[in-house]
């Protein structure tokens, strides 16, 4: 079949539509973003969080993230009156699709998202053999799919179980705080999917930023204080008991 | 889930380190144990080890050329790994592993086994035919001086680089004992002790490998075994055996009395998943039952002919039990969560990158390469066994 002109002035705009297409997978470049202006964190208001998952599904979404691997997840503790030290939780598969009813009545029933903490010592960097994952400027913790050599020494490093090594890559892959997003002034996927805004992306170096005003009025943690890994992620109403 | 009790953090049911690490540290301690008895003889002039001198040399050689392929093996990226050379990241503890790895090979044992068989290389070089010949002839890099001035320096400089290699082969081991010592994020690893321990269980499986790699090739080439010799390997087995014990021992009291948060957890992986690996194969079997035996032929007079058995035993126990000590170790440290609330399990694969078969093939190519090299470079002093007649060092 020979295309005449009239076959061509209509495939024309369909290439250009279909073109349009394949280059809104190209990530945009962000003229305006200065690294230096930013120090990015979250904040995780645990007395809002419902356990609905709407955020790990987000981000599998958003980011391509492999069934059975988690950039983020949801945890539900169950906390007995009496046993502080030793909670009972749970995790089906990532808390992606919520959680079945408890079957514990007495103690206390929360939720926790876990993601990576974006320290700003943190562990998993310092081991990298060849600096392939490293803290930008602007305060994530990112990895260079195309320089990590997939020696897991990261994955081992991370106190918080936030790494993996995606098995089509065979690189450490880790949450990236979205940043294809918050370059281009958007929220993570997970905060803007979060129904009660439990989850809150926070520029701890824009002053007005509502994080400061929080941390100012708030009793906030991070995990694990005692690994020392200056993490970013802060929690608000995070029991003891949560590890 | 599957093999999985309590909770795991999502992203830790799959193990990142599988059995291929666990061959790392057990070779890498192999080459380092090999030496230090090599430089039992050249440096602290225990003479009655000669006869293993040239055989430890070469047995830590071959372990040496074997001990990166695992880890290739295991890397997402090996065609990456050159980075490590080429971009290194000062922070890591494991970015150092290629220039140790390096200096260790090519500034340490190839240059002190080049040294001490160059004579020996130069006459062969003479004396075979044919492809041999050329070998030879490669192997001697142009230098044919065989004049007494020449030897002298030849000794005089391997005394050196024996003296340079006791420290290397520590920082060789210690290193890897560190990679593992160092992350904090593991309870399990994370102790100041893990470099020291290593250093010690490193001497223990080397001399213990060598001694039964002399006892089993003197009597494959119908040969008697020098007693004296092998009491002194022993001996010294004997002690090292008893430090690092002691350290292993001073780490779990420490573990014990100290039990903080992780305690809880690790025992209980001990009393379960590890009990068979940990208390069975690596304490019992592998470490109270050698000590025990060497222990006996330390405080009875025994006949030769049960004295050369215990050693067997013993020889063969202890690295059953060295190589149980990598596997808990390594795999053990995988096990539970870093939330201290559950449990995963191992699955070795069979016929995988990483599987059974293939560690297995990296283990006995080591012996393989072993061989070829003792066919090549004949460590021993007679002259039955082809090497030439006053081929021993010159000291």
């Given at each position: 079949?020979?295309i005449?002109?009239r076959h ?14 394949v ?5 945009e ?28 599904r ?9 069934d ?16 502080i ?15 079945p009813p408890?079957?514990e009545a ?6 926790v ?13 310092q081991?990298c053999?060849v600096?392939a ?6 305060g994530?913790v ?22 993996f090594?995606?098995p089509k ?14 370059t ?19 520029d701890?170096?824009?002053p ?8 100012k ?16 992620v ?7 008991s949560?590890? | 889930?599957?093999?999985?009790e309590?909770f ?17 540290p057990?070779?890498t ?9 090599a ?16 055989l430890?040399?070469l047995?830590?050689?071959?372990f040496?050329l074997?001990?990166p ?16 050379y ?9 970015a ?5 790895y390096l ?11 080049w ?33 007494e ?41 994370s102790?100041?002790?893990?470099p020291v321990?290593?250093?010690f269980?490193?001497?223990v499986?080397?001399i213990a490998a060598?001694m039964l ?5 003197t ?6 075994i020098?007693?004296?010799?092998v ?9 090292t ?18 039990a ?8 209980f ?6 009990y068979?690996s940990?208390?069975?194969?690596q ?9 025990a ?11 030769e ?10 020889g ?9 000590m ?12 870093k939330?201290?609330?559950g449990?995963t ?15 297995i ?16 470079l ?9 090497a ?8």
């Amino acid at each position: 079949m020979s295309i005449t002109r009239r076959h061509l002035l209509l495939l024309l705009p369909a290439a250009a539509v279909a073109w349009k297409h394949v280059l809104a997978g190209t990530p945009e470049a962000s003229p305006n973003y200065t690294m230096s202006q930013h120090w990015w964190g979250m904040l995780i208001d645990l007395t809002k969080c419902i356990g609905c998952g709407n955020c790990v599904r987000a981000c599998q979404t958003e980011n391509d993230v492999p069934d059975g691997y988690f950039r983020t997840w949801v945890e539900r503790y169950h906390v007995s009156d009496y046993d502080i030290e030793n909670p009972h939780v749970d995790s089906p598969d990532g808390g992606k699709k919520g959680f079945p009813p408890t079957k514990e009545a007495s103690g206390k029933n929360f939720f926790v998202p876990k993601l990576c903490n974006h320290c700003a010592e943190s562990p998993c960097t310092q081991v990298c053999p060849v600096g392939a994952t490293f803290v930008s400027p602007d305060g994530v913790v990112l990895v260079d799919k195309k320089y990590c050599l997939g020696c897991r020494y990261c994955v081992q490093a991370c106190p918080y179980g936030c790494r993996f090594i995606n098995p089509k890559t065979e690189t450490a892959e880790k949450c990236t705080l979205c940043y294809h997003r918050i370059t281009k002034g958007l929220t993570t996927a997970c905060c803007e999917s979060c129904p009660t805004g439990a989850r809150q992306l926070a520029d701890l170096k824009n002053p007005h930023d509502p994080i400061h005003e929080f941390l100012k009025t708030h009793s906030v943690q991070i995990l694990k204080p005692y690994m020392a890994t200056h993490a970013k992620v802060f929690y608000n109403g995070l029991d003891g008991s949560v590890r | 889930m599957p093999g999985v009790e309590g909770f795991m953090y999502p992203n830790e049911i799959e193990l990142q380190w599988s059995v291929l690490i666990v061959l790392y540290p057990f070779l890498t301690g192999l080459v380092a144990g090999a030496f230090i008895l090599a430089s039992l003889e050249r440096v602290f002039r225990v003479q009655a080890v000669k006869p293993t001198y040239r055989l430890a040399l070469l047995t830590a050689l071959s372990f040496l050329l074997v001990a990166p392929l695992p880890l290739q093996l295991h890397l997402g990226h090996p065609e990456r790994s050159l980075e490590m050379y080429l971009t290194p990241h000062r922070t890591s503890a494991m970015a150092m592993f290629g220039f140790v790895y390096l200096w260790y090979l090519m500034a340490v044992l190839v240059v002190e086994i080049w040294l001490d068989y160059r004579r020996d290389i130069v006459l062969l070089s003479e004396s075979t035919t044919g492809w041999k010949r050329w070998i030879y002839r490669l192997m001697t890099l142009g230098s044919h001086n065989l004049s007494e001035r020449a030897l002298a320096i030849d000794e005089r400089v391997g005394w050196l680089i024996t003296l340079i290699g006791i420290p290397s082969a520590f920082l060789l081991h210690g290193y890897v004992g560190f990679i593992f010592g160092s992350v904090k994020a593991n309870p399990w690893w994370s102790t100041p002790l893990m470099p020291v321990v290593f250093i010690f269980s490193a001497m223990v499986s080397g001399i213990a490998a060598v001694m039964l790699l002399y006892m089993l090739m003197t009597w494959a080439r119908g040969k008697s075994i020098d007693m004296p010799c092998v009491d002194t390997i022993a001996r010294y087995l004997f002690y090292t055996f008893i430090i690092d014990f002691s350290l292993e021992m001073l780490d779990l009291i420490h573990r014990i009395y100290e039990a903080d948060e992780s305690f809880r957890s690790l025992d209980f992986m001990v009393h379960t998943k590890l009990y068979m690996s940990h208390i069975v194969v690596q304490i019992m079997l592998g470490t109270v039952m050698p000590i025990a035996l060497l222990a006996l032929t330390q405080v009875l007079k025994l006949t030769e002919m049960a004295r050369k058995r215990i050693y067997v035993l013993a020889g063969c126990l202890t690295m059953i039990g060295i190589f149980a000590m990598r596997w808990n170790v390594v795999i053990g440290g995988q096990l539970f969560s870093k939330s201290f609330l559950g449990y995963t399990t191992y699955k070795m694969g069979l016929v995988t990158r990483e599987g059974l078969v293939m560690a297995i093939v990296l283990t006995v190519l080591p012996l393989v390469i072993l061989w070829v090299l003792v066919k090549l470079l004949p460590p021993w002093a007679d002259r039955a066994s082809g090497a030439l007649p006053d081929a021993t060092p010159a000291h």
